[in-house]
């Protein structure tokens, strides 16, 4: 596997973990005030000049970089959705150099209005974008699972030259996340500062579910699935 992989836990372990624990050992358990930032106050702590400076521009750089990729994997996105017929066929023309410019355009556009609707509403934009995102990664984490699940033991069956990197634990540890993801989950239902992001969630996943639902109705009516298999292979060659 490409050492950009490999290095991912370090890296967690270093800007997240390591981190964390530093704050926790320099700061006192119960210093924390709301709206302060820690990490101004640990820099404050060790005598830095303009703490407060430092962390706005290391933070400015975070959300431009942010930025950065989020076009990047949105505009990407577009365009694997579009190989499968899943987004508007103009989204996989890409220029010389294989940018798919239009679809990084589309995903501008769209965090223009994202700005305007919250200088509209800034009040009820941004919290419900934030509440109804709250849960849809655990909901991930559990397609995930499942899907390791299922799809592991058919391609270990029919084709397992094309698993290239082992799940250690198999099958027990996706079934303990799986597990313990539902437990979170029940408990942000149950609890009631966390059930209004629970709820927003969920609608949003039933939203996704009703698109999917019908788009595969729409997918059998007509047949496209060679169509989207034949722009995939297109589209690979093109990038």
């Not at 119960?30 to 702590?45: K, R």
């Not at 899943?86 to 989204?91: C, V």
């Not at 239009?102 to 209005?113: E, I, R």
Request: proline share 5%; charged share 15%; aromatic share 12%.
């Amino acid at each position: 596997m490409p050492w950009p992989t490999n290095t991912v836990v370090f890296r967690i372990l270093a800007f997240f973990v390591v981190a964390t624990f530093l704050l926790v050992t320099m700061l006192p358990w119960d210093s924390f005030v709301v709206g302060d930032s820690p990490f101004i106050s640990a820099l404050d702590l060790l005598g830095i000049p303009g703490a407060a400076d430092i962390l706005n521009l290391v933070v400015l750089v975070a959300v431009l970089s942010c930025l950065n990729s989020g076009l990047y994997t949105a505009s990407r996105m577009l365009f694997a959705l579009s190989v499968y017929n899943d987004a508007p066929a103009w989204m996989t023309r890409t220029n010389s150099r294989g940018v798919p410019v239009k679809g990084v355009l589309a995903c501008t556009v769209a965090g223009y209005f994202c700005i305007a609707a919250g200088y509209i509403w800034p009040d009820t934009i941004f919290l419900f974008l934030v509440n109804s995102s709250g849960a849809i990664c655990l909901f991930v984490y559990i397609l995930i699972c499942v899907s390791e699940l299922r799809l592991r033991r058919r391609w270990e069956r029919e084709s397992p030259e094309i698993l290239k990197f082992r799940v250690w634990l198999y099958p027990g540890l996706p079934i303990v996340v799986t597990g313990l993801i539902l437990v979170i989950l029940v408990g942000m239902g149950l609890n009631e500062p966390t059930r209004a992001e629970f709820v927003q969630s969920l609608v949003s996943l039933s939203v996704i579910l009703v698109a999917y639902g019908v788009r595969k109705s729409r997918t059998r009516k007509t047949g496209s699935f060679a169509t989207a298999s034949e722009n995939a292979h297109s589209a690979a060659d093109t990038v």
